[in-house]
């Protein structure tokens, strides 16, 4: 159990253009899941925390109006980078707690590479 | 803020060695999560660690909360090539949700 999934695996865009990425908890339900950017050879970094049916909470020096974040079921969040330049490119992962865990252990997705050309 | 001081930062080592790293902070922390990351992929998690002094093992993986609260340590035993990633420590303070992670640990077993 505890699986985490994300779509698209990679995704290559023009700049000024908008990307969803969708995070999927397949088989658990999570309250809270987490919104993550990792550059080369570092560690993550945490750019948001969602709650499902609340306004995510977004970590300083992150653009809540560029890094647009939903989470509108138990199950599933999304992140929309809108109008995405070349230094938006990253490696973006997301994770997500059980629902009623005492422990908010964090299950992580594959990732989704994103290169905005 | 809390951080984690992950060591080493890199390892290099022979198929077949054992492994050893650590995460110290000056902060206690009330959980202890070692994950390991393949180029590419998100971390997957390996060991959850809950009370202090708990010593868990999940195959060949050993990981320990310490007494402390402040520090961790994970070992592998007798590494594979299929060992390789990167392993990081991540902490979390109590009633909070949110991972302080540390820097990472990069593994390359050679053949």
């Known amino acids: 159990g505890a699986v985490v999934s994300q779509h698209p695996s990679w995704v290559i865009c023009k700049s000024g253009t908008s990307v969803k990425i969708e995070c999927r908890s397949l088989d658990f339900q999570a309250t809270t899941m987490f919104w993550y950017r990792q550059f080369p050879k570092q560690s993550l970094m945490l750019m948001a925390t969602s709650n499902e049916g609340s306004k995510a909470t977004y970590e300083q020096g992150v653009e809540k109006d560029k890094f647009l974040i939903n989470h509108a079921s138990l199950t599933l969040s999304t992140l929309t980078v809108t109008s995405a330049h070349p230094e938006d490119s990253s490696f973006y992962i997301c994770s997500a707690t059980r629902t009623n865990s005492p422990h908010y252990e964090q299950y992580f997705g594959p990732g989704t590479r994103l290169t905005v050309t | ?111």
């Open chain 2, 1 to 111: 803020g809390q951080q984690l001081n992950q060591s080493p930062q890199s390892m290099f080592i022979q198929e077949g060695e054992d492994v050893s790293m650590n995460c110290t902070s000056s902060s206690i922390f009330n959980t202890w999560l070692w994950y390991k990351q393949e180029p590419g992929e998100g971390p997957v998690l390996l060991i959850a660690l809950y009370k202090a002094g708990e010593l868990t093992s999940n195959g060949r993986l050993t990981a320990q909360f310490g007494i402390t609260r402040k520090d961790s340590f994970l070992n592998i035993s007798a590494s594979i090539p299929s060992d390789v990633g990167i392993y990081f420590c991540a902490g979390l303070i109590q009633g909070a949700q949110k991972l302080v992670f540390g820097q990472g640990t990069r593994l390359t077993i050679n053949p």
